[in-house]
């Protein structure tokens, strides 16, 4: 048989390929001829079969067939042979294939061999793809390479601990003796593989963490020597000693240093002197200065020195080089809650980062420009926020209106600032704003008499000739039939008023109506809104009257049975209609749980105030079982309400509804119900003061929703004592890993025959080693009975990355929903 072409030529023959296929076609050729060779048990030419294998490997094409060659290979005494067999076996075996299993023998061999390369490639083996069965059999080998005096042995034999205690952590106290001895080496290599060693350890086991922090005056004294030591031609990048080293040295200290007094106080000193010492003109320096920032973040550092951070911060985001500038945002974004008056000092910088070209750097920015707004700062930050909605892209307008939403609310020095600064948004990114932006702008306005004729005055002009803001449009609606008649008085004083007749007035409004810009919620906003004016204006009732005839038998559902009302309105309650249609009261502004209550029915907001009081004499209350149907009238889905903590924005709307993923959300639309009706605005306000629960919920059994990388949630039931609609679910969230999982967010969503509210959550932080809980309340109402399933997503940090999941909840148990 003529002998194998070499490894080289294969490449070049391969390289020479001009499509694809024929690329397959020198693949197969050469894979058939492997094949022969196999089955010959052709020695000599084993070794560069499989080395032109594992090319193919890389390529993409299966080498599979050259797993057990990879074995005999290693079995071989020659030590190229070995250096391609391992090589095979990192990359062609996992230990999902039991064939691997047969390597430990030869492994525990080459451990023992008299040649130190040998050695070290069993090592690098073992820790690259060794099985938990693999490194109980073969720790005792890597301990003693851990106590030989041969330092390129002990590096990797440090490393192959690393992976030996991930797969097997009990096996950590057989390496303690050793790893003690570690940090007195000299050669740097060891150094830094004892350090990841230890930081692995201490990250795995508290006992570990409590038992290095007494290392710490010894690691401050090696980074100290990494300062101060002069140029080292062996360790020196772009003029710093060994940052690779100072960088695992500063992440261990981190680790050592969190939550303990003691630790933070030894490590004060060293790291204010690497953050004035460090050369900050080349990438290097940066990379030392932002990971010694983390750590005086995370340590408990004197007050001085987390200014000094922060500045460093700061510095970062002048530089020109983006990642730079987006870790910088990043950092100060989390540090903001802690250290607010520190960043507030770069506040400037911050802003001017919202005109990046970059679209990460601009997120990171408007978030963190959100948290910084004050009661002092908010008129200046709000105005550049409001430039930067009107001109940025619009996958930023959602986040960016929701936030200025909440900043305003929260910080607004008059209402008529608040007023005008929503009106800005409506009329710059109206079609972004969340779902509750309409009733929550109703509700202000209403609450602010004295500025009705000004708000009235300024949204007729606002939707003049301009219809494409259907948010706007709704609310100038409303205004304007719950305003109207100041809107035509004309005795508007706080900027110069404006002329207009009722029967401009109505024009407009009729406009909207045949606008083929209005949305069926839209119309229904303005049909009401003329209806009101049959009492506001004096000479315009059979105008009004005929406009509402008109749609008695509009194709739309919605519009036509509020115009058959209207219609039974006028022809057998006239005498009713002043009292049903008069101006709305003074809502009381109500937070339960967190929540702002404010309520939207078939597109219109109704005056629900939350008060036990009894409702008013001329109105006849509903039965209980109706006031909760009718919080899902309408054919729209109704999107979860999420508690999230204040220090976030507020998810938009889109994000609640893809949670809905492919659930089948079609259904029978429920009666809606009629539009001067106050409904109560969640599951289970306006119900008696009487026992909400029944004992039969102690015989409903609990279900785990979410099981996955620790964090597991349960979900454990209540079934209302007077309304058997209402299910009440109380999650439980417990973390088995060893870190904690910080700002936890939890959302659900559910088909739109349902109705779902989320309570405020326990706490956002779940801790480690199952020490505690999060608890947060669902209620979901279940009118008819159907089998519950809910699109659940979970959000939160560990480890230092963000995590998102999604999963879907179908294993109710039926004492749950029948």
């Not at 005792?140 to 440090?158: D, F, I, M, P």
């Not at 008129?379 to 909605?389: A, D, H, I, T, V």
């Not at 508007?492 to 406009?511: A, K, M, N, W």
């Not at 779940?766 to 309340?777: C, D, E, L, M």
């Amino acid at each position: 048989m003529p002998a194998p072409i070499r490894l080289r030529e294969l490449i070049r023959t391969i390289r020479t390929a001009r499509t694809q296929a024929e690329e397959r076609e020198m693949i197969q050729k050469e894979c058939a001829a492997i094949r022969s060779s196999f089955r010959e048990e052709d020695n000599t030419y084993r070794c560069r079969n499989v080395a032109k294998l594992l090319y193919m490997h890389m390529l993409g094409y299966p080498a599979h067939f050259g797993q057990l060659e990879c074995l005999k290979l290693i079995a071989s005494q020659k030590f190229t042979d070995k250096r391609i067999g391992y090589l095979g076996a990192m990359l062609l075996l996992d230990e999902r294939q039991d064939v691997h299993l047969l390597m430990t023998n030869c492994i525990k061999n080459d451990l023992n061999h008299s040649t130190q390369y040998v050695q070290g490639l069993a090592l690098c083996t073992l820790g690259c793809m060794g099985s938990s069965e693999m490194c109980r059999d073969l720790a005792g080998e890597v301990e003693k390479l851990l106590k030989t005096s041969n330092s390129y042995l002990r590096k990797k034999a440090a490393l192959c601990a690393v992976h030996v205690i991930r797969k097997v952590p009990e096996l950590m106290e057989m390496f303690l003796p050793a790893t003690k001895n570690l940090l007195n080496e000299k050669n740097h290599g060891v150094l830094h593989t004892s350090v990841v060693l230890l930081t692995e350890m201490c990250e795995r086991s508290p006992d570990m963490l409590a038992h290095f922090r007494k290392l710490v005056p010894q690691l401050v004294r090696i980074l100290k020597n990494l300062i101060m030591s002069g140029y080292s031609p062996e360790h020196d990048v772009s003029g710093i000693s060994d940052p690779f080293l100072q960088v695992r040295i500063l992440r261990l200290l981190r680790i050592l240093g969190r939550n303990d007094d003691d630790s933070s106080e030894a490590m004060n000193d060293i790291l204010a002197q690497v953050a004035t010492n460090t050369e900050t003109s080349k990438n290097v320096g940066n990379a030392i200065l932002y990971e010694t920032v983390l750590t005086i973040m995370d340590i408990k550092s004197e007050s001085g020195l987390r200014v000094l951070a922060i500045n460093i911060l700061g510095r970062f985001l002048l530089n020109n080089d983006k990642n730079i500038r987006y870790v910088a945002l990043t950092s100060l974004l989390k540090t903001v809650q802690t250290d607010h008056n520190a960043v507030q000092r770069h506040r400037s910088t911050i802003v001017d980062c919202l005109k990046d070209l970059d679209v990460s750097i601009k997120r990171r920015a408007m978030e963190l420009s959100f948290a910084l707004v004050n009661g002092n700062n908010v008129r200046g930050m709000m105005k550049e926020l409001l430039y930067f909605l009107d001109s940025c892209e619009p996958e930023f307008k959602a986040d960016c209106a929701s936030g200025i939403f909440l900043a305003s609310e929260k910080y607004a020095p008059s209402k008529r600032w608040h007023i005008d600064t929503i009106m800005r948004v409506l009329t710059m990114a109206g079609s972004y704003v969340r779902d509750d932006a309409v009733p929550s702008l109703i509700q202000l306005i209403t609450n602010s008499v004295e500025m009705h004729t000004y708000t009235v005055q300024r949204l007729y002009k606002a939707i003049l000739g301009d219809y494409s803001q259907q948010p706007l449009v709704q609310v100038a609606s409303w205004c304007i039939g719950e305003y109207g008649d100041l809107l035509v008085s004309g005795q508007c004083e706080e900027e110069p008023p404006i002329q207009v007749t009722e029967d401009e007035v109505l024009d407009i409004l009729e406009s909207i109506l045949i606008s083929n810009m209005s949305a069926s919620v839209t119309r229904g906003y303005t049909l009401t809104a003329i209806m009101k004016l049959s009492t506001r204006f004096t000479c315009n009732v059979n105008r009004v009257r005929k406009i509402v005839s008109v749609y008695s038998s509009s194709i739309d559902v919605e519009l036509q049975q509020r115009a058959v009302e209207y219609n039974t309105l006028f022809k057998k309650y006239d005498h009713m209609r002043p009292a049903l249609l008069e101006r709305m009261p003074v809502m009381e502004k109500v937070t339960i749980n967190g929540l702002t209550e404010i309520v939207q029915s078939n597109g219109e907001t109704e005056s629900a105030v939350l008060e036990t009081k009894s409702p008013p004499s001329g109105l006849q209350p509903l039965s209980q079982a109706n006031d909760l149907l009718d919080l899902l009238g309408g054919t729209d889905i109704t999107p979860v309400i999420p508690t999230a903590p204040t220090s976030k924005p507020d998810s938009t709307g889109g994000e609640l509804l893809d949670l809905l993923g492919d659930l089948n959300l079609t259904c029978s639309p429920v009666s809606a119900p009629v539009p001067q009706i106050a409904q109560p605005p969640f599951l289970l306000d306006g119900l008696p003061s009487q026992p909400l629960f029944s004992d039969i919920a102690a015989g409903i059994p609990s279900i785990t929703a979410y099981n996955k990388n620790g964090l597991k949630i349960d979900f454990t039931f209540e079934r209302s004592n007077t309304n058997p609609s209402v299910t009440v679910i109380t999650i439980q969230a417990s973390n088995s890993t060893e870190l904690d999982m910080t700002d936890f967010v939890f959302q659900a969503a559910v088909p739109k025959t349902f109705q779902l509210q989320l309570l405020s959550p326990s706490s956002g932080v779940i801790p480690a080693f199952n020490s505690g809980t999060i608890t947060q309340v669902i209620k979901v109402l279940n009118p008819q009975k159907q089998q519950l399933r809910m699109r659940i997503k979970l959000t939160y940090n560990h480890k230092g990355s963000a995590i998102q999941d999604l999963a879907e909840v179908s294993n109710f148990p039926p004492q749950s929903w029948q």
